[in-house]
Structure formats: structure tokens, C-alpha cells
């Protein structure tokens, strides 16, 4: 079965998406075979000192061991750590994990050796690691500019929110508060509802009655920042190895703990069916990145004349899309929704690294042996990822690339974790 993820992973990147994409703005639209074979990602995010690295040491059983996590109550964790399945317990450099192809974190080397100075690896023998990968990460410090961590944070938590198959936002009673960088990380998590869950840590610090007000007062704290119709699943206990405080609401901690264990063996039952929703999901930004280039190079063949001045030229399409109707070509000719749609901004950086005379348009990018990259992209889209996905689940019907869920045109996110 892993066989056949592989070989989706190949088909994408035989189909040009490698060759059409030349850079990446917002994250990258380059997708590597160690990203394609990688584990289900769980990324823990929020302030500091709530219980993130606890709830791991917790989940994989440290406590007490070399390798656990360190804890306490002032800001621990400056680095991001991941720990992964490996045959002996050791610690990995940054450096050495992004320099290792075959891993799935080699695309980090693009945030400078600041940021992977602050990364570190943890293998250890675990079955629970053996089919998932945590990520831990530095606490939220709203009195702290981001240019003191020395590194682009906001870019690096993007990095793993976009590859992350469930992401843990976890507070605690007493840090309910929302600052400015919780807020620039809910507006990173925009489009990823379907994988939040929301854990309220230490529950068992208050009384019942204390605890629905705290309850309340964190919905109240994330309400204007998780613009959705159904909100995301909160799990209310204390994720660590020790007994219940006296006179709490023991059984409910108990139950909330069992759901989000059993949450967490359904990404990891679905990590076949999510890895290739993933893949095309991917090639469908490539579709729309590849066509959006092509209307830029061919509007910009279009306005060119003897005497102009090609620089000028192209600033004035590139400063003002609207005016030639590059976007909206997109959306009349082509299947896209306006939601998949990236923003005209980042196309200003794109080609301020990546010349227009660099690109050939997507006619010339056809064989009569090899045919045409974009068509090759459109049948995985459409035909071969689906039956990928179809013949994991017979029983389902593979999505067209005329239906929202194929173009995500809909409001809605859809869970899909969320059982029947």
C-alpha cells in the first residue's frame, strides 16, 4: 500500500511539477520524495509554558527517561524539536536533518543556519513513533519581537502548519489572553480548521464551576480569530503522568483523554488517504501557479513592441494585474476557484527573483513523444490520484476536478477527521 503513495509521489514530479515551478513564495510549491514518504505530522503550537512538551513526554511515556522533554514554568523550549522513529535514542543536529535528502525536512536548509541551529531532532525506539512524527515547539511570547528569535518564526511555523496533518493549539487556564503573535499564527492556520484541535492543559487546576468559565472565556478569546460555521474540537483535561487534583471532574478528563487518542489513531489510520489528498492538493496550486505564469509571459509578449521598453513593460503588469486581467483570465478559461487563487503581491516578489524572459509558455513545454507537463498534471488531478484514492476506499467515489471538493471552492472546510 505505502508502494503506491510512492508512486504518486514520482508520477507528480515526473509530471513537471518539479520543472514548472522554479521558486516558491508563501510556502514552497516544491514538493520532495522525503515529504511525499514521510510519517502523519502532529505539530503542538501555543504560549509558553502551557504543556506542550509535558503532553509529549505524556503521550510517548518520557518521564523520568534522558530523553524527556524539558519542563517547567518559565519559557523552556526556544527550539523546534522533532521527535521521530529511529532504531537507537539519539539527538540529530539541525544541520544534519537538513542535509539528509531522504528526510522530509531538508526544505528547511532555505531558513538560514540561525533557525536550524534551533532545530533539533530526537530518535528513539517507539511504537506510537513508528506511524507518527511530533513536533514541538517554541511557547508564544506576546512581549518578544520576532526579530530577536534571529530567525523568520512566523515563516518556519508556516512551513510545518502547511504539512502538518493535526495541529494541537494548546493553552492553559491561565493564559487565555491573545496578543499579537497568537494572532498572526491563527491567520497562518487559516484554511487548516479541519486540523486544529484546541487542548485547554491543566484542567485540573480548577474547580468544575471555575473551569466552564475558563471554558468559556477561551472561546470568547478565539472566537473573531477562527472565522468558521462549526468551531474546532477542544479536548478539557491535564495531559501529563500524575493523578487528577482531588474534588475535578475526573471522568471527564478520563473520556476527553480516550477521544483525543482515538482522534489521533484516525490521522494515523488515514495517513494513505491524507498524504494523497495532500499530493493533489499540491498539484493544483502548481496547475494554478503554472497558468497564472504562462498569462503573465503571454500578456507580456502581447504589450511588447520594437520601441518599448521591456522593463517598463512588465513592471506595469506586474504593479497592476488587475488592468490586464490576469487573474480573472484564469477564472474564465480555466477550471480554478478564486479561493485557490495566491495573492497578486507574491507574484511581485516571484518574479523579482525569477526574470520573465526565463519562462517559456506553456505551449512550448509539449513533445510529440512526451506530450504537455500541464497535462500530465491535469490527469493526476483528475484521474490518477483520484483512483489512487479510490481503490484505498472502494466504496468512495473519487472527486472530480469540477467539484468544490476538488478546487476547495467552498466556504466550508470539510473535516476530515470528523467521523460519520
Not at 514554568?73 to 521527535?83: C, K, Q, R
Not at 506510537?128 to 511555523?157: H, M
Request: charged content about 25%; some cysteine.
Amino acid at each position: 500500500m505505502f508502494s503506491n503513495t510512492e508512486r504518486s509521489g514520482n508520477f507528480a514530479i515526473d509530471a513537471g511539477i518539479s520543472t514548472i515551478t522554479t521558486s516558491s513564495f508563501s510556502s514552497s510549491l516544491y514538493l520532495t520524495d522525503g515529504e511525499i514518504t514521510s510519517k502523519p505530522m502532529v505539530l503542538f503550537l501555543g504560549p509558553w509554558s502551557v504543556g506542550k512538551s509535558s503532553m509529549i513526554n505524556y503521550l510517548l511515556g518520557l518521564k523520568d527517561s534522558p530523553y524527556q522533554l524539558y519542563t517547567g514554568a518559565e519559557p523552556t523550549t526556544s527550539e523546534f524539536t522533532v521527535i521521530m522513529h529511529g532504531e537507537k535514542t539519539r539527538s540529530i543536529e539541525g544541520i544534519v536533518m537538513a542535509a539528509d535528502s531522504s528526510r522530509s525536512f531538508s526544505p528547511l536548509e532555505k531558513f538560514g543556519q540561525s533557525f536550524l541551529e534551533k532545530l533539533i531532532g530526537i530518535e528513539m525506539p517507539h511504537k506510537l513513533l513508528e506511524r507518527v512524527t511530533f513536533v514541538d515547539t517554541p511557547g508564544i511570547i506576546e512581549n518578544r519581537k520576532q526579530q530577536e528569535r534571529g530567525y523568520p518564526f512566523n515563516d518556519v511555523c508556516q512551513w510545518f502548519i502547511d504539512r502538518a496533518d493535526l495541529i494541537f493549539v494548546t493553552f492553559d487556564p491561565t493564559k487565555l489572553d491573545v496578543g499579537l503573535e497568537l494572532e498572526m499564527l491563527f491567520r497562518q492556520l487559516k484554511g487548516r480548521e479541519s486540523q486544529i484541535r484546541i487542548i485547554l492543559n491543566k484542567a485540573d487546576n480548577l474547580a468544575t464551576q471555575d473551569l466552564m468559565r475558563v471554558y468559556g472565556a477561551l472561546f470568547w478569546s478565539l472566537a473573531p480569530l477562527i472565522n468558521v460555521t462549526e468551531p474546532p474540537r477542544v479536548y478539557v483535561s491535564s495531559f501529563w503522568p500524575y493523578d487528577y487534583a482531588p474534588d475535578t471532574s475526573r471522568e471527564l478528563f478520563k473520556r476527553e483523554e480516550i477521544s483525543l487518542l482515538e482522534d489521533l489513531n484516525q490521522v494515523i489510520e488515514n495517513r494513505m488517504e491524507n498524504k494523497i489528498a495532500f499530493i493533489r492538493q499540491h498539484a493544483i496550486r502548481v496547475r494554478i501557479h503554472a497558468l497564472l505564469v504562462d498569462r503573465y509571459v503571454q500578456t507580456f509578449k502581447d504589450k511588447m513592441s520594437y520601441f518599448s521598453d521591456p522593463d517598463l513593460v512588465f513592471k506595469e503588469i506586474v504593479d497592476d494585474p488587475d488592468k490586464f486581467f490576469i487573474f480573472k483570465s484564469i477564472l474564465a478559461k480555466t477550471n480554478v476557484s478564486k479561493f485557490d487563487l495566491p495573492n497578486r503581491e507574491a507574484y511581485q516578489d516571484f518574479f523579482g527573483v525569477n526574470p520573465i524572459g526565463s519562462f517559456k509558455s506553456l505551449s512550448a513545454q509539449c513533445s510529440y513523444s512526451g506530450g504537455c507537463l500541464l497535462d500530465k498534471i491535469e490527469k493526476a488531478i483528475t484521474s490518477e490520484l483520484p483512483g489512487l484514492l479510490s481503490s484505498i476506499n472502494p466504496g468512495k467515489a473519487p472527486p472530480g476536478l469540477s467539484s468544490c471538493e476538488a478546487t476547495g471552492c467552498g466556504d466550508k472546510p470539510k473535516n476530515r477527521y470528523r467521523k460519520n
